[in-house]
């Protein structure tokens, strides 16, 4: 195979999709932060940010829908499901590589191809943000949106509270993965490559 | 010693309750809530010789469950008002008697000298009600001297505090004849003014009205300066903050704050229920910094290895 082989890893719709999300996700964690922090400044109020906030919310959860058929009905789902076999260990192997391996001029441990897109430890934590922690933010942004649908009492604790605590707990969680998922994506053939390839499709290998 | 001590003390609580079982918990046979706790009331007329049934006037009628609930509970009605009043027909002149205002007994009593009546009363001059009604708004416009109970110092359940403190407003914001009495004009529609506020129906049920339209005065449990609409609290991060006026209001009161501290885990989880998200908890924000700046590192140092070793 030539040095040069690329394949076609991001098809439109899921370019489109993943630069909305980017967008929705970072209008998110910036006005969630403020929110938090209780930020008023005469340019931006409160009551403008909690907007802010909540049309980005809506916005995120119209393109989850759009990633989740998308990945039913196209080819793209099969690049999500993990084997049994190696759970564990293909995840540890490629943690390896990332803090010691490719710093002693070791191959990449599993070289993408048509048929793995992600690797191991790459593929669990997108499952587990796009399948559990996603999904969960916006069940529990939804019943904050509308908090009179909310228990009223959790054992000793108020349901909003309980659900607030969730909520930014997992959309921290998702704070700090896009931290991660920003830097490790210049581990490739060169810092900016993986940048330029998910805005034309195309991934060098 | 000790035992006897105990019998007597126990006989008087036994004897006192008795007493008043005898006058508000079995109103049939108390001279006044004969008729004053019923809808109708019966008489012998002298004159025509026969015996009359009439209606009772709807705000003469008292609520018998309320006033043994009540802090005045161990009063008997003509304890304040005139003992002429158990002759029946009352006498017109009697409308004129004096009645005595919260001051003239609580005021300059050292016993009741944590309630600081007298401060309460130099913040309801300024308060926007004074404005209006001047010296005729007494106390009792807002608490019943019938039945007013310290629901907010007794109380460790702030649902029933909020209800209980925001029914002292409604009963006459949400009534257009006892509004218009004391305004002169119709009363505004609360639902419709407060339209700005999010979650409309949640904030009513777990702030008081007090909270945003009162000045907040550190040396008061409850301020009474009511101020006028135009300077309520309009911005969410003055309760949306770690420096929550609720603080300083709704939770300033001793039982809510005991509650809170016997908790257990709650007191690890909340120590500023009203700010958004994580935040509300130190120990979780206190994490999350951590779990942050742990990730920078853990980035700086990687990328430091990838140009030493490239």
Redesign the interface.
């Known amino acids: 195979m030539a040095a040069t082989e690329k394949i076609y890893f991001y098809p439109l719709w899921l370019r489109i999709w993943h630069g909305i999300n980017a967008l929705g996700i970072i209008v998110l964690i910036v006005t969630?932060i403020s929110?938090?922090?209780?930020?008023?400044t005469s340019v931006i109020g409160?009551?403008l940010v909690?907007k802010l906030h909540n049309i980005a919310g809506v916005v995120v959860t119209l393109g989850y829908i759009v990633f989740f058929v998308g990945n039913l009905v196209t080819s793209n789902g099969k690049y999500y499901l993990i084997k049994i076999k190696g759970f564990i260990k293909q995840p540890i192997k490629q943690a390896l590589y990332?803090?010691w391996g490719?710093?002693h001029g070791m191959k990449a441990p599993f070289p993408l191809s048509e048929k793995r897109k992600f690797n191991p430890l790459q593929k669990i934590f997108y499952v587990v943000v796009m399948y559990l922690a996603v999904p969960g933010v916006i069940i529990t942004g939804f019943a904050l949106l509308f908090?009179?649908i909310i228990i009223e009492k959790v054992y000793?604790?108020?349901g909003?509270?309980v659900t607030?605590?969730f909520?930014?707990?997992l959309?921290?969680f998702i704070?700090?993965f896009l931290?991660?998922h920003l830097?490790i994506a210049s581990?490739g053939k060169s810092p900016l490559e993986n940048y330029k390839s998910i805005i034309t499709g195309w991934h060098h290998i | 010693m000790n035992y006897r001590l105990i019998i007597l003390i126990s006989l008087l609580f036994f004897a006192s309750s008795h007493l008043n079982a005898q006058s508000y918990q079995d109103p049939q046979h108390h001279a006044c809530l004969k008729c004053h706790s019923n809808q109708s009331y019966s008489f012998h007329n002298d004159v025509t010789d026969k015996e009359v049934k009439r209606l009772m006037n709807p705000y003469y009628v008292l609520d018998t469950f309320a006033i043994s609930a009540g802090v005045h509970k161990s009063f008997d009605c003509t304890d304040c008002h005139s003992s002429e009043y158990e002759v029946y027909p009352h006498q017109a002149t009697l409308k004129l008697e004096p009645l005595s205002s919260c001051l003239d007994c609580h005021g300059g009593d050292e016993s009741y000298a944590k309630y600081k009546f007298e401060e309460i009363q130099a913040e309801v001059e300024k308060s926007v009600h004074h404005k209006v009604y001047g010296e005729n708004f007494s106390c009792s416009k807002c608490h019943n001297q019938h039945t007013y109970a310290a629901t907010a110092r007794n109380s460790d359940n702030v649902l029933e505090i909020v209800d209980y403190s925001n029914k002292l407003c409604l009963s006459c914001h949400n009534d257009m004849k006892k509004y218009k009495l004391i305004s002169g004009h119709n009363n505004p529609k609360l639902v419709e003014v407060h339209d700005w506020l999010?979650?409309q129906?949640?904030h009513f049920q777990h702030v008081r009205c007090i909270e945003c339209h009162t000045e907040v005065v550190d040396s008061l449990m409850v301020s009474h300066n009511i101020l006028s609409k135009d300077h309520a609290v309009k911005?969410?991060?003055e309760c949306?903050?770690?420096d929550s006026r609720l603080k300083a209001s709704l939770y300033k009161y001793e039982n809510l704050r005991k509650r809170s501290e016997n908790?257990g885990?709650?007191t690890v989880?909340?120590n500023s229920?009203y700010?958004?998200?994580?935040?509300?908890?130190p120990f979780?924000k206190l994490l999350?910094i951590l779990?942050?700046l742990a990730?920078?590192a853990g980035?700086i140092i990687?990328?430091i290895?990838?140009i030493l070793?490239k």
């Open positions: 969630g929110m938090q922090s209780s930020m008023e409160f009551s909690v990332y803090s490719m710093f908090p009179e000793d604790f108020s909003v509270f607030a605590i909520h930014s707990a959309g921290f704070s700090i931290v991660i830097y581990i | 999010p979650n129906a949640l911005k969410c991060v949306h903050s770690a908790g885990l709650s989880l909340t229920s700010v958004i998200g994580t935040h509300q908890s979780l999350s779990i942050f990730t920078l980035i990687h990328s290895f990838r070793k």
